[in-house]
């Protein structure tokens, strides 16, 4: 929502630091906010450190029903210094928000979840609109990276065609020729490719979870 890209729900994402003390500092905050563990595994750096996320359903009254995932470990994203150097920090009334990266949030948003698609194309179309007029490279490099919008990929390449000539990305290659239904296979491919992995990715930790699942005690009745 904080860069454009609407998207209302009852959970909150978070990247943290995996260490002792901040691991001390997260349970402290589970208990201010009546947070019950609703899944396995259980929050431990043990866990955090091979990419599995923690989740917690808060109970507090200024926050019942509220969900927080927690994870230290994102694949397709640099280790967590990188991303706390490249973060974005926004002011919310008195309070400031440390958020991920634009360019690091939509790297972390290539999933196998459907869902997750057309977020990605909404936050980089987001960003392109609120910055159309204020073309840096370091903008140019991220839209021609990350744009799903065949049009406006189209429209960008010709705005900056020796910068699209330098990139190997096959989408920018067919929007060079103005090609549109080329540019959406690419498109299409690209997601095939990034699902595929995030699949391969997270098959020995399903696996993991399962086990996990398996073992804890269950009730008698």
């Known amino acids: 929502m904080l860069y454009g890209a609407a998207e209302f729900s009852r959970d909150i994402d978070l990247a943290l630091l995996a260490d002792p003390d901040n691991l001390a500092r997260l349970r402290a905050a589970m208990i201010e906010l009546d947070a019950s563990p609703i899944a396995v595994p259980p ?32 694949r397709g994203v ?13 002011a919310i009334g008195a ?5 991920l990266s634009l360019p690091d949030l939509v790297r972390a948003k290539k999933t196998q979840r459907d869902k997750d698609w057309p977020m ?16 840096t490279s370091a903008r140019v490099s991220f839209w ?12 960008l390449v010709a705005l900056h065609p020796s910068e699209a000539a330098l990139a190997s990305r096959p989408a920018v290659i067919a929007a060079s020729r103005s090609d549109v239904a080329a540019v ?27 086990l996990l699942r398996r ?4 009730d008698v009745r």
């Open 43 to 74: 929050l431990s750096l043990e866990y955090l450190v091979r990419g599995h996320a923690a989740h917690f359903r808060c109970a507090a009254p200024w926050a019942a029903g509220i969900r927080v995932d927690l994870m230290s470990v994102l």
């Open 78 to 90: 640099g280790p967590f210094k990188e991303l706390w150097e490249r973060r974005t920090t926004l």
């Open 95 to 99: 309070d400031e928000v440390d958020l």
């Open 120 to 135: 990605i194309r909404r936050l980089v179309e987001a960003d392109y609109f609120a910055h159309r007029d204020d073309m």
């Open 144 to 155: 021609l990276a990350e744009l799903r919008s065949p049009s406006l990929l189209v429209e």
């Open 184 to 210: 959406e296979r690419e498109l299409a491919l690209e997601q095939a490719a990034e699902v595929a992995a995030d699949r391969e990715y997270w098959a020995p930790l399903k696996r993991e979870l399962e």
């Open 215 to 218: 073992s804890r005690p269950r």
